[in-house]
């Protein structure tokens, strides 16, 4: 098992993770991943623990982009798509395991009102703004602050938004942390403080397919649990109608396991209709946390690959990759499809703002917004 292991990883890895690191140590590499128009350098950082798991993640959008996995058999593959090279997150970045914000998912017509003040950002989807505007978290380039190796490795990456920005009143003091431990925990934690009162809502958009990215399977066979009593309805442009709506008896009802793809194309519910698909949030608690809670779990039963995903969040967005339309060429020289990942995204609840039936997505100097999920990963027996 651990020859097959350490030959799947040099293979599978194509030279982005470190050889297996010893028991008890995650490691850490740093290496340049090509340079911006400008010709400021972007930069990958891989985080690679003892049981075969990596995360190389790039400072441009803060995103993951890879994350290598065993399977059940010790056959590693990457299960996040993405693109080679920066050249792709340039050219279409469809939010590949990308930072959003500062409000990530939607805002009706990009309008809002805080402390009496109206504020218009960016509308960049049907008429509505999302994941922040036209140049929100994904597209722009963090500072990388701290790379540590231990028992957990960890990047820590910083982006300042500036007052004004895509429209958002207050600087942005903005931190990003990604973790791997040897208990293969994949962490995510976003930090933010601002100057004067604004809105935030940040999470992390990765596209999982645990089949592998390159595999040529989709991701409809994944089985989902979401332990959520209600879900938010939407309107034709996607925005809450601001009900919470039960899940007993429909297409939305998880709390019991299903393939993503057994009820994905029901048109009897038409709420399926108006996403093409799930593109929802689903309500697990009605404020955040100070504790974790499990948000979902995932699981590919021909690999063994899944994941439970735990945040302090309220609400986890889930996404059956529903506008991937064969025009984007991954990391494996292959075509991704409708349905060739899925997106579980840890947030408050979309239009907020807007909506104060749904809470508040409003913080002030002295305030510190964070949003807290942990991955863990497993991978059969």
């Known amino acids: 098992m651990k020859a097959k292991l350490a030959a799947s990883l040099a293979i599978g890895a194509a030279g982005w993770a470190l050889a297996l690191a010893p028991a008890g140590a995650a490691e ?9 128009p400008d010709g400021r350098q972007v930069e990958a950082v891989t985080l690679t ?17 890879s994350l290598m996995m065993p399977d059940k058999r010790g ?14 997150y340039l050219a279409k970045s469809e939010y590949f395991g990308a930072t959003v914000g500062r409000f990530s998912n939607r805002i009706a017509k990009g309008k809002f009102r805080l402390d009496g003040k109206d504020y218009q950002t960016p509308v960049n989807n049907i008429g509505n703004s999302l994941h922040g505007g036209t140049a929100g978290f994904d597209k722009v380039l963090w500072e990388v602050v701290e790379v540590k190796k231990g028992d957990t490795a960890s990047v820590t990456l910083r982006y300042v938004s500036p007052d004004g920005d895509q429209g958002y009143p207050g600087k942005l003091t903005v931190l990003a942390i990604y973790s791997l431990n040897e208990k293969n925990e994949l962490g995510i934690e976003y930090r933010a403080t601002t100057d004067k009162p604004t809105i ?23 089985v989902l649990t979401i332990p959520a009593k209600e879900y938010t309805p939407v309107d034709e442009t996607l925005i809450p109608t601001g009900a919470f709506q039960p899940v007993a008896g429909t297409v939305f009802d998880f709390n019991t396991p299903h393939a993503v793809g057994e009820r994905v194309r029901d048109a009897s519910d038409p709420q399926i209709v108006i996403g093409k698909g799930y593109d929802h949030n689903f309500v697990v608690a009605k404020t955040v946390s100070k504790t974790l809670r499990q948000l979902a779990r995932v699981e590919e039963p021909v690999s063994g690959r899944g994941f439970e995903l735990w945040s302090n969040q309220p609400g ?20 991704y499809r409708q349905g060739d990942a899925i997106v579980l995204e840890p947030q408050i609840f979309p239009d907020t703002p807007n909506q104060p039936a749904l809470g508040s ?9 964070v949003n807290k999920m942990v991955y863990r990963l497993f991978f059969g027996e």
């Open 361 to 369: 997505a409003r913080i002030a100097p002295g305030q510190a917004y």
């Open 200 to 222: 935030v809502n940040i999470t992390n958009h990765g596209y999982w397919n645990l089949a592998g990215e390159g595999s040529g399977q989709g991701a409809m066979g994944h």
């Open 75 to 88: 056959e590693v593959a990457d299960v996040q798509l993405g693109y080679p090279t920066i050249d792709g």
């Open 316 to 335: 986890v967005q889930f996404y059956s990759g529903n506008f991937l339309d064969g025009t984007v060429v991954g990391k494996a020289g292959r075509l």
């Open 49 to 65: 623990n003892g049981k075969g798991v990596s995360a190389t993640i790039i400072n441009w959008g803060a995103a993951i982009q």
């Open 28 to 36: 850490t590499q740093r290496k340049p991943f090509g340079a911006l």
